[in-house]
């Protein structure tokens, strides 16, 4: 089994018991580490599949949480992690270059009109 295949099954298994599959949600319930971007993308093109929720390699019946972790758990070990951590700084910082960079302009506009 794929860890694509893994996470779809995941993901089928939530929507089948009502939830909606979110990146948290089914990083708890799978077996294996998964990198983010992986599980992200592969949610992105998930569609539901009611009953691809075992592989077919095997006979489990159910893919178990590996580990019972709450959401806030899980955000926070996110979080926590320097690469994601960076990545979410370089954008905000971006985007506060642009917003200050828009200020000045306005700023500039209303210093000539009082002018």
Known sequence: ?????????????????????????????????????????TLKTWQHEPDFITSNTSQAKEIEPQKSTSDSELINSILNNAAIKAYIEGIVAAELVDIKTELAKLKGNVKGKLS
């Open 1 to 41: 089994m794929t860890i694509i295949d893994e996470i779809s099954i995941c993901a089928n298994q939530l929507a089948n018991a009502g939830k909606k599959p979110t990146v948290a949600l089914v990083k708890a319930k799978l077996r294996q580490a998964v990198p983010l971007p992986t599980l992200i993308s």
